[in-house]
């Protein structure tokens, strides 16, 4: 069977962003399925992606980026000539079974660019006009396109779920949102959350194993390390990233604390409690090299893959109700601890983690339990079932 996935405007092939965590696993777990893959994705992941995985594809062809209006195209992908031109001469050469588009932009384009029988599938990533809305709080997003971007994104969105042939969600919140205000039918709309790119290993957080790593990372030893990584310019991170440094970090007054950040596009600095490490590519040492983390989110959708993380690797954290949504297989104050925003109770959280000792270990070990839930098997298993749907579906279109 063979496969188009269409990421216009990121990197399909290395886990640096949620978003591009989730794509990597996708594209990992099709080629494990025996698709042949054929990736579409930005000239800017040229010479960034991971090359045993790059391999693993039929085909890997890049489109470049424009800006309009000081816009960048990331949503208005349909216009983009570049990519329409090289969706065209892909189309005309090959001939796919799926096409599997990665956020709406670029998916109406697609549809009409597609063959008859071929089947399309959208790839969510959370409800893209919540992260539009978001997008345009910031002083650099073009005014004239304020007024209009929440509703363009939730008629753009809504015609997307509309002619998809399936639309993968990463929560059931997304998919009752659909379902709810866009109408979309149920039975199309396909639950599957996205796994670590960590392999689950069942370690204990010991002493000995976070020294080392923070020896690697060049971390003081004798510190209670509270971490918080994502990617930026995700809108949801930049926010809480910008919580951290102005408003938890002076509010957390014990000189034993240090709030140590991380995550793709994150700039390298030293500021009173906080240092930042700017990108890590070893994922696993920074998680081990911490005492707890924080997640504190006030914005956004879909999943925090974040979360996935702190729990493979039983890392206990604070969080936002927000920054917990669609994860359902952990449980509040046992698993995790969480309030309702980032407020003085969030820093008292903070400063009670740091000091009780034993309520650290007990939620270790409650997430220890939990950590092989969600895993890559059960995410390539879903994976294979919603294919034999499909695979199905596209029989039935040649008939």
């Known amino acids: 069977m063979n496969i188009l996935v269409i990421y216009p ?26 698709f042949n893959v054929t990736v579409l994705h930005s000239l800017n992941s040229k010479d960034f992606e991971d090359e045993t995985l790059k391999k693993r594809c039929a085909n890997v062809f890049y489109i470049k ?5 000081g816009l960048s195209d990331f949503y208005f992908t349909d216009l983009n000539p570049f990519f329409i031109l090289k969706l065209y001469q892909i189309l005309r050469k090959e001939r796919f079974d799926f096409i599997l588009v990665e ?14 029988y071929t089947v399309l599938i959208y790839e969510s990533q959370g409800i893209e006009s919540e992260f539009v809305e978001i997008a345009a709080i ?5 005014k004239f396109f304020k007024p209009f971007a929440k509703l363009y994104g939730k008629i753009y969105e809504k015609l997307v779920c509309k002619f998809a042939d399936a639309v993968i969600c990463v929560s059931k919140i997304d998919r009752d949102y659909y379902e709810q205000n866009y109408r979309i039918d149920k039975s199309k709309m396909i639950l599957i959350q996205t796994p670590s790119t960590l392999k689950h290993q069942n370690l204990q957080r010991t002493d000995s194993l976070r020294n080392k790593c923070r020896k690697k990372l ?35 007054n014990d ?18 409690n906080i240092i930042s490490l700017g990108f890590v590519s070893n994922l696993r040492d920074l998680l081990y090299s911490a005492d707890f983390a924080i997640v504190p989110l006030i914005s956004g959708s879909g999943m925090r893959i974040k979360c996935i993380d702190y729990i493979i690797t039983a890392l206990p954290f604070i969080t936002t109700k927000k920054g917990i949504e669609g994860i359902d297989f952990v449980t509040p104050n046992e698993d995790y601890i969480v309030y309702d925003s980032v407020d ?48 199905l579906l596209r029989e039935n279109y040649k008939k």
């Open 103 to 116: 956020f709406p932009w670029g998916f109406l384009m697609t549809k009409f660019l597609a063959r008859k």
């Open 138 to 142: 910031n002083p650099k997003f073009p």
């Open 65 to 69: 980026s424009l800006k309009f209006l």
């Open 218 to 252: 060049n971390l003081p030893l004798n510190k209670t390390i509270v971490l918080f990584h994502g990617g930026l310019p995700h809108p949801p991170n930049q926010q809480a990233f910008d919580l951290i440094k102005n408003y938890i970090s002076p509010n957390v």
């Open 255 to 272: 000189p034993d604390i240090l709030f140590v950040l991380a995550g793709h596009n994150v700039k390298d600095f030293k500021k009173n």
């Open 9 to 34: 405007n990121g990197n399909a092939l290395n886990p640096h962003s949620g978003a591009e965590t989730r794509f990597w696993n996708l594209n990992y777990a099709l080629t494990n399925l025996k």
């Open 344 to 391: 003085d109770n969030f820093i008292e959280g903070i400063l009670n983690l740091h000091r009780n000792k034993e309520l650290r270990l007990n939620l270790h070990n409650n997430l220890l339990k939990k950590s092989n839930i969600h895993n890559r098997e059960k995410f390539e298993n879903k994976l294979f079932k919603l294919f034999e749907k499909l695979i």
